[in-house]
């Protein structure tokens, strides 16, 4: 399993951030566009030594990116002054990398970080790449565009989500449920508004397989998701980890997360620059 997960873990930090960044249009996050190879590359090879010093101050390195990317939610938020939905995706986005960075230094130092044994940690890596990051930012991506009830939904129940699984890592396997049912229902959204988006025409073939290839993933990762909750909850049969790195993890990095920044990069290609907002 623990191939597989720095596997997803390295195409979150090599590809999947850096391209999400540039689908916010936010000139401020130029630099740390551009710097952001300096971060990841040695957070990748990080994830392959055996635990130490060398591997803890490579993650490290990686942690110093994520922490600067953090900082600029704040600056957003005075800049904008805004609470509206989208702004709290793109927020959120912004934040949940230095999450999964601080869990990759612990697990790689073999310091259990607030009582966490290491296999959770690694697993929390991925989870705020693609969930807090990719996700909260498709959640924000399609709000701004649409704005509707839906779209308003889907922006505040994925950060909301992700925030109270979080939660239930220190509260227990119950509250852990509850924050999977509200992520749940926000990723459902997302998948409903992205085949809105495929409906309502527009995008051209490649993008429109992409998009419903992220939505159709998005559904069926999600009823995983919610399956293991759910067991280790109430101790019924659920999917072992490793299955659901094999499942759910590889198919939300593969098919949700990567074909959505595609997709969205496709899309705002093809919108004239003055018709965008960051």
Known sequence: ?????????????????????????????????????????????????????PATALA????????????????????????????????????????????????????????????????????????????ALVAGLLCRATDTPAGRFAALSVPLGTLLVLIGYFIGDWAELAGAVVLTAGMWAVALLTLRTVRNGGPDRTTRVLLLTSAAVLVASMVLALSWALGEATGIAHPTLTWMAATHGLGN???????????????????PPEGRTA
């Open 1 to 53: 399993m623990s191939v597989l997960v720095n596997l997803i873990v390295m195409l979150g930090m090599l590809a999947v951030v850096p391209a999400g960044l540039r689908l916010m249009d936010a000139p401020e996050l130029d630099r740390i566009r551009r710097l952001w190879p300096l971060f990841a590359a040695p957070g990748a090879v990080a994830l392959w030594l055996p635990r130490g010093l």
């Open 60 to 135: 490290a390195v990686y942690a110093l990116g994520a922490v600067a990317l953090a900082l600029h939610a704040p600056l957003r938020a005075a800049r904008t002054r805004s609470a509206h939905p989208t702004e709290i995706a793109l927020h959120t986005a912004l934040a949940a990398p230095s999450v999964a960075a601080l869990a990759l230094v612990a697990e790689r130092s073999g310091h259990e970080l607030f009582g966490f044994d290491l296999g959770i940690l690694a697993l929390t890596v991925p989870h705020f790449h693609f969930a807090g990051f990719a996700a």
């Open 253 to 271: 990095a593969l098919g949700f997360a990567l074909c959505s920044v595609l997709a969205w990069r496709r899309l705002q290609d093809r919108t």
